[in-house]
């Protein structure tokens, strides 16, 4: 057994497999940070050190021209009997392994074994993303300590496939609301059915032409999409009320309130009443930057469009160019069966060695 129980040296894919062995579901990450914290403590040199709740931040201060953000989530969903991990072919499975452990590994990984960066570097190792957005423990350290998130650019290691997954889609939600007269079912003429409103609206959506937007080489693709309905009172009630919740994905060019008034838009001259409940910014790619394009070309151009929300909105908001590059398919994530290539890893360790150290 080793003497320690994070190796930061050891190969990536087994510290990966290390990390995954100590649970961490939201809330309950304070043994995962306690190790991490130690392990840099013990296995780094040049890095001040610092602990925010069950978030733990290291950084040098060589006074390089340029800094580097390196940024990941210790949480993961609840355990799914996917624990400890295993080897199965030329994949490693387990609760987090794709979501995010695996880039947690190699941000760690490249902290002990870079003696020489190209760039100042900041690791912000952080607590309940998995669950509501109040908790998450990057915004907290925005409010604490908001000079930790200075950067010319910020990489998340999230699941991206080992492609530069850039910027990331802002998100909204609606809800279209309808109201009508209550009547016995054997005498529908005598009531005014809420439900049937709501069919203007998805004959609305159903038509609903999703604009295709190119950024910085970048495509994305919106999405306006029923996620919910709700109404009915019996059997024999004509119901006198109905709503439909209504998610617009929408690319990191519109603002959440551009984004809220073309959806107002799309429904406008209904008989309905629509009601925001929830928005977020996208992020812009930012990949003209030049400490972006460095990262761009290190990767050898794998780049794409990031279809979903994630905190690399939280440093664009801030003006800091950020992307999603970290090992894992994240179509895998949160799955019993989650997993990660561990060719995927090393590809990933790979080139933020070069990036890092260019």
Not at 66 to 73: E, P, S
Not at 194 to 212: E, M, P, T
Not at 330 to 352: K, W
Request: one cysteine or more.
């Amino acid at each position: 057994m080793p003497d320690r129980l994070l190796d930061l040296s050891a190969d990536p894919i087994a510290l990966t497999a290390a990390l995954v062995d100590i649970p961490s579901v939201s809330r309950d990450e304070a043994l995962i940070a306690d190790e991490v914290e130690a392990a840099l403590r013990e296995q780094t040199t040049g890095y001040e050190i610092v602990r925010n709740g069950d978030a733990v931040l290291a950084r040098t201060n060589f006074g390089l021209p340029t800094r580097v953000v390196l940024a990941g989530h210790l949480d993961t969903v609840p355990v799914a009997d996917n624990l400890p991990s295993r080897f199965d072919g030329d994949h490693l499975f387990g609760c987090g392994t794709s979501d995010m452990k695996s880039g947690d590994a190699v941000f760690l990984h490249l902290a002990a074994t870079i003696a020489e960066p190209a760039h100042d570097i900041t690791l912000i190792f952080y607590d309940c993303e998995e669950i509501e957005a109040s908790a998450n423990g990057l915004g907290r350290i925005q409010r604490e300590l908001p000079d930790w998130l200075a950067a010319d650019v910020a990489i998340l290691g999230e699941p991206s496939g080992g492609y530069i997954e850039a910027g990331c889609q802002g998100t909204l939600r609606v809800v279209i609301s309808a109201t009508g007269t209550r009547a016995h079912s054997a005498r529908s003429w005598l009531g005014d059915n809420a439900i049937h409103k709501l069919g203007a609206v998805l004959d609305r959506l159903s038509g609903y032409d999703a604009r295709i937007v190119d950024i910085d080489g970048c495509t994305y693709r919106e999405g306006l999409s029923a996620v919910r309905i709700d109404g009915g009172v019996a059997g024999n009630v004509i119901p006198d009320a109905a709503s439909l919740t209504v998610n617009f994905r929408f690319a990191p060019d519109r603002s959440p309130e551009a984004a809220l008034a073309h959806v107002r838009e799309v429904f406008d001259g209904l008989d309905v009443q629509l009601e925001l409940t929830d928005s977020a910014a996208g992020a812009l790619p930012g990949l003209s930057h030049p400490a972006a394009a460095a990262l761009v070309a290190a990767a050898e151009g794998l780049v794409r469009a990031k279809y979903g929300w994630t905190d690399v909105a939280r440093f664009a908001a801030l003006g800091i160019p950020a992307v999603n590059y970290g090992p894992g398919d994240p179509n895998l994530a949160h799955r019993r069966d989650e997993r990660v290539s561990v060719a995927q890893i090393s590809a990933v360790a790979g080139t933020l060695r070069r990036y890092l150290t260019a």
